[in-house]
């Protein structure tokens, strides 16, 4: 199973990050490839410090790929150097989601 969430504000973090362990979880170790885009203010959630940090550190943990668009970073005046390790950049979070279907990627909105 593949599954790219998108998450566009940072009120839906939390939301995604549920969805995600919970998604783990109920496949119980069955293969399952979940990458997470950040866009628009849930960016920010992304940065080494922030609050929602731990999360995505257990998420990163559990192989769950977390991508930061490149166009949200600039808006937030971030710095990839700023975020969590292991958190990789792509030019524009929509073309992502797009590329992610077009390979058969589940889409979910949190």
Known sequence: MKVVMHVSESTHCI??????????KARSGAFT????????????TLI?????SPNWEALQQAN??????????????ITLDKLLMGVN?????????VEHQENGYFYIKP
């Open 48 to 52: 080494a410090d922030s609050d929602e």
């Open 64 to 77: 769950v790929v977390l991508l930061a668009c490149e166009n949200a970073m600039r808006a937030n005046n």
């Open 89 to 97: 950049a792509v030019p524009a979070g929509i073309l992502a989601l």
């Open 15 to 24: 939301s995604a990050f549920n969805n995600a362990t919970n998604l783990l």
């Open 33 to 44: 490839d979940i990458h997470i885009i950040f866009t628009g203010s849930a960016i920010s």
